[in-house]
């Protein structure tokens, strides 16, 4: 990001030029790189569109005593709705919230076979999983991971936004689920998925805000996330 000190010819200047953007903050005239622009890829969202309906009808199909299992389990967990934090996640959100994972996942992972869940294990959700550091390595974009995975048990559940400058620090920007695989070890890698998405891969010294959280074959459910806005390096 560089920084412009105006003169008596140009006292101000604004808005974009040649892939750069003019914008003025706190600290005064500021000149950084224009965010890529979202591929609106339609096929992927219409394949989330068409998931939701599958798991609507698989709902559907349960038995009653399918659905007061998972109504068991929801009292158990005692997860709080997303947009009121007064109500507690009930048995059907809760099958939409586990399988929409699932389905959206399905062909990144060995884990989700079948692609529905359709009776819940009622354990405890795993321990949520932390970034500690996310990079550009060569032409990859890595994300260094508290700890140790393994892909045959774990799947790793990433939300990244588009390229932020410095100066955007709202924490509710847009975010896209990253449909890479999980590897493993200690690094995730999802540089092809997020130039799909957003048109180019991060560079170093951009911004981006993030949430993570990780599935477990052993609780077949996923912890809460770990939200944090990082600068690659």
């Known amino acids: 990001m560089a920084r412009i000190q105006t003169s008596a010819i140009i006292s101000n200047i604004s808005g974009k030029v040649n892939g750069s953007v003019f914008q ?10 224009q965010s890529a622009k979202i591929n609106s890829n339609t096929t992927r969202s219409n394949s989330h569109r068409v998931g939701i309906s599958t ?7 349960l038995t009653d005593a ?8 929801a009292t ?3 997860k709080k709705q997303k947009k009121n934090p007064t109500l507690n996640v009930n048995g059907h959100q809760l099958f939409l919230n586990i399988n929409s994972i699932r389905y959206d996942l399905q062909f990144v992972t060995p884990v989700f076979t079948p692609t529905l869940l359709t009776t819940p294990i009622l354990t ?3 321990q949520p999983i932390n970034i500690t550091s996310l990079y550009r390595n060569g032409l990859a974009l890595e994300c260094l991971l508290d700890r140790n995975v393994l892909n045959a048990d774990d799947v790793i559940i990433l939300y990244i936004s588009r390229p932020l400058s410095g100066s955007q620090m709202s924490a509710h920007v847009k975010q896209t689920l990253m449909k890479s695989p999980t590897t493993d070890g200690t690094t995730f890698e999802c540089s092809a998925y997020y130039e799909e998405v957003y048109g180019r891969v991060i560079e170093t010294g951009e911004w981006c805000q993030t949430r993570i959280a990780i599935y477990n074959v052993s609780s077949d459910n996923y912890s809460s996330y770990s939200v944090k806005r990082f600068e690659v390096g």
Request: net charge positive.
């Open 24 to 33: 003025r903050n706190q600290g005064g005239l500021i000149l950084r790189n």
């Open 55 to 61: 798991i609507q009808g698989y709902w559907q199909g």
């Open 66 to 73: 399918e659905r007061l299992l998972w109504s068991t389990y």
């Open 76 to 78: 158990y967990l005692n």
């Open 124 to 126: 405890p959700v795993p």
